[in-house]
């Protein structure tokens, strides 16, 4: 086996980078990360506000004693939907509201809102306490659990025939 030598001229120009520049790069970024925890730790919350409502349902969401979640439209009372079997991504949002929902002392029969944005945002919000959730960030097929409730596409305060 030969053994790979340099040229000469590679070898007289040194390393590409020099020893120090690697230490530096990793001193901004831990400055950096520090700064953001500071920052979280000290209350900031970036403040990223939706856009208009084009679409929304008052909704509420009642447990049955077989374990399915039935969904029921808060202003007329109708019942949308009887959710059977794991609904994994229904079950693990409404568990975090409801885990809100506890810790403010405010009880089930109060509704949550499902509201479509202008700017493609669907939110379910908890007028109770605030929380807010951004259905959209969790994918197109988990969005679609909670689209389907939403009533027909009709401008917000339309007369309703």
Do not use: C
């Amino acid at each position: 086996m030969k053994a790979v030598v340099a040229s000469p001229a590679a070898a007289a120009r040194g390393p590409l980078f020099p020893r120090w520049f690697p230490r530096a790069i990793v001193a901004v970024l831990a400055v950096l990360l520090v700064g953001l925890a500071l920052l979280r730790l000290g209350g900031f919350e970036p403040a990223v506000e939706p856009g208009a409502v084009v679409r929304e349902r008052a909704l509420r969401f009642a447990d049955e004693t077989d374990g399915a979640v039935r969904v029921i439209d808060h202003a007329s009372g109708r019942p949308l939907a009887l959710m059977r079997g794991e609904q994994g991504f229904l079950r693990g949002v409404l568990r975090g509201l409801a885990r809100e929902r506890r810790q403010h002392g405010v009880g089930a029969d109060q509704p949550y809102l499902l509201s479509l944005r202008d700017d493609g945002r669907l939110l379910i919000t908890d007028p109770a306490t605030g929380q807010r959730i951004d259905l959209a960030s969790f994918g197109r097929d988990n969005a679609a659990v909670f689209l389907r409730w939403l009533p027909p596409n009709e401008p917000i305060g339309a007369p309703t025939p």
